[in-house]
């Protein structure tokens, strides 16, 4: 009983690490060109958005809500700064000033009506989502913004991405090879480590986990319960701009399409999250191995040329091996030990 209780406990913690090297395993076998500097360049760029929203996303989970409107906050800010550049020719500093605010303010907005109008967590996002991937389209009439496009007053836009502004999104930075590393994957880097130190080693963190797990005694400990919730919900959103700035620093253009999967997949990293090292919570250092698993998933998918369609089915099967692992087992492991 005991050897049994400890092999359910050591595939608890290392379960998701070991099929993380299996998988990485399989692909370098099966895709050619898959272990390679660039390839995982390529990866971590394409999980950097994802990434940066999931720890928003996480900063919500730990003190017992969630965020559903991180996606829509994203493709918001990507528009926003779009639109101030090309639109309203203004530089690349307030853009990314005025993104931050607003995805602040939705954050602000979001708390309010979870803590103060009472609104179940999911209903208020759910909610706040839909106005704003309306909100985004009215000023263009649901087209793209580009350098040069014509407004629909009929006159042309007369701005433009600046290059500070694209660099954040386009620029690459040496090591080990010239021009490998994007600017992106360092402010994930960045933030995943803040947000860490944040979550983990601050009093602030240790009250924010405890409102998560008992509300009651942590309020009867002391802590300002509402307050705390409504900065979980404002570095959610503010995060979530990050992401929709970096995202139209890398296209070049503000289009109304390109953040559709935003949210699940950054929902999927900070799900996975809770199943790496056993830690059946959310966490920082989970998210951003969630992140970079659905990444090497994807790019390996690609790589051996499977179907598109597929892709979202895999991640799925991928995302309940994950719950099963932090939940049914840790659940087992639990009783087994009590």
Known sequence: MHNRTSFIDLAIRYG?????????????????????????VFILQSVAITGILALGVTATLVVGGFDLSIGAVATSALMLSSYVMVVWDMSALSAVLICLAMGALVGLINGLL??????????????????LVGAQRIPTEGRSISTGMSLPDGSVATGK??????????HRI????????????IFLIVIAIGVWVFLETTRHGRLMYAIGSN?????????????????????SGVLASVGGILLAARLGRGDVASGNNLLLDSVAAA???????????????????????????????TMMNAPYYTQDFVKGAVLVIALVFTFALSGRGGRARG
């Open 16 to 40: 998701f690490l070991v099929l993380m090297a299996a998988l990485i395993a399989f692909f370098g076998i099966m895709a050619q060109g898959f272990l390679t500097p660039f390839s995982a």
């Open 161 to 170: 991405f600046s290059e500070a502004f694209l660099a954040l999104g386009r």
């Open 174 to 185: 040496d090591f080990i090879a010239p021009n490998l590393v994007p600017l992106s994957v």
């Open 215 to 235: 509300q009651q005694a942590a309020s009867l400990a002391g802590a300002n319960v509402n307050r705390y919730k409504i900065v979980a919900y404002m570095i």
């Open 271 to 301: 799900l996975i999250g809770f199943a790496v090292l056993g830690a059946s919570k959310p966490n920082a250092f989970g998210t951003a191995i969630g992140a970079l698993f659905v990444g090497i998933l994807l790019q390996g998918l």
């Open 114 to 131: 979870v803590v103060k109008m009472r609104v179940p967590d999911l209903l208020a996002t759910l909610g706040m989502m839909f106005l």
